[in-house]
């Protein structure tokens, strides 16, 4: 279904659970000899659902609660984990990505290789937390991005075919500002939405994305003269020209309530918000579209696909097993799998677990079609050196400011790339 390696999504905004609170130690007893199990994770577009699921599982598990924290965008969840780690407050439970994160934590992690779920993963979810031939992490679902865009403001402006060229896109862009609406809304003051979602476009765009990155890493090839790279700068140079004021102080809240309110167009996200935007404007007529680089429609018309988020176990936990009843619930019953699919709005990533179109919503259903027609690009950015994607969103913003050309944008790009490299 999808090429050999998929990474994470990044953490979103951040929520009401405050960075400083709960989670002094991992689980404990609590009241009459409860177990708490601490959960510290990064997707909050889901935190209230993983609330209600808090209440139906500690209602079926007597003796066991669910302390359950959710932290990101505004506050950078990879920072926070490793503080929480550092100042012994350490969860029982807690979100990374595959690859370079896996190897990051692999000596807190738990050996999950054992666990009933596992047999109804694909492998392809399976590389990004597997090592020396043991399974480490669980899969919450499949997640893609691209542009979405508003269908009805479409319409009204004119626009009757999804842009898969950048000349096309920029025709639609035109019609849609003659209309009377921004084009684009673009949350360029969230590092992720640059530095891992955005910067993904030209290395997943490559003819042989992992054999680009090794040449990089070997010093056989250079971003500046990619023409590639020369592409995505055009999509992104379009966005700005056809963009929101104030781009780089617009914040996901922003822009989620700026697009779902029919303000803006299109904007740059994935189908993990469709429980956000159902909750701004529930009769939102939304699609996803691919982000075009240059004007070869087949080759533009293609989604970022990959498993954003797993879900680990600290292996020195004293309630990991606990915490493993925790994930067969979640995977391996109807309540648990209702959850996944129904609440969460996910696509699953366990292969026999089905999620209806109602469930998944419109995102998720554009999502699933380029699935199963093959158009699906994986994701690179968890495979770059740990800390160049926190440090191209500071490159890209100084360029987006004008501070930086594009090609002193890519010459420091490399230089990053060079001097954060260690394979």
Not at 205 to 218: G, I, S, T, V
Not at 282 to 300: C, F, K, Q, R, W
Request: charged share 20%; aromatic share 10%; glycine share 8%.
């Amino acid at each position: 279904m999808f090429g050999k390696k998929l990474m994470m999504l990044p953490a979103l905004i951040l929520t009401a659970a405050a960075v400083l609170s709960g989670c002094t130690q991992g689980g404990s007893a609590g009241e009459s000899g409860q177990k708490i199990i601490n959960i510290y994770q990064g997707k909050v577009e889901i935190s209230d659902q993983l609330q209600e699921m808090k209440e139906l599982y500690e209602s079926s598990h007597p003796g066991v609660v669910l302390n359950i924290q959710s932290v990101g965008g505004g506050t950078d969840y990879a920072a926070s984990l490793k503080s929480r780690f550092s100042a012994g407050a350490q969860p029982d439970i807690f979100t990374i990505g595959g690859f370079q994160e896996r190897d990051l934590w692999l000596e807190y992690l738990e050996d999950l290789s054992d666990q009933p779920w596992t047999e109804n993963m694909d492998q392809v979810a399976k590389d990004p937390m597997s090592a020396d031939g043991k399974l480490y992490g669980f899969p919450l679902n499949y997640e893609g991005y691209g542009f979405l865009y508003n269908k009805d403001i479409f319409e009204e402006a004119g626009v009757t075919e999804v842009p898969k060229t950048l000349s096309e896109l920029e025709a639609a862009a035109q019609k849609i500002q003659d209309a009377g609406y921004t084009p684009f809304v673009n949350a360029y003051a969230e590092w992720w939405v640059l530095g891992n979602h955005n910067v993904n476009v030209p290395f997943a765009r490559q003819d042989d994305p992992e054999a680009f990155m090794q040449a990089l890493d070997e010093g056989n090839a250079d971003m500046a003269s990619n023409e590639i790279f020369d592409g995505w700068l055009d999509l992104l140079d379009l966005t700005l020209k056809y963009g929101n004021a104030n781009p780089l102080t617009t914040d996901y809240n922003t822009q989620m309530s700026t697009f779902a309110n029919g303000q803006a167009a299109m904007t740059q996200q994935g189908n993990w918000v469709q429980p956000t935007l159902d909750g701004i404007n529930p009769d939102l007529n939304v699609g996803m579209m691919p982000m075009p680089i240059s004007d070869d429609a087949e080759a533009n018309d293609k989604l970022f696909v990959g498993v954003p988020t797993y879900w680990v176990i600290n292996k020195n936990s004293p309630v990991k097993e606990e915490a493993k009843e925790l994930l067969q619930w979640m995977a391996g019953t109807p309540e648990g799998q209702q959850f996944l699919t129904e609440k969460f709005q996910f696509i699953p990533a366990f292969n026999n677990i089905e999620a209806a179109a109602e469930d998944i919503g419109p995102l998720g259903g554009d999502l699933t079609t380029y699935i199963a027609d093959g158009k699906a690009l994986n994701w690179y950015f968890q495979q770059l050196p740990i800390g160049t994607p926190q440090d191209y969103a500071s490159l890209m913003q100084s360029y987006i400011a004008g501070r930086d050309t594009r090609e002193q944008l890519l010459d420091n790009m490399q230089a990053s790339y060079d001097n954060l490299k260690v394979r």
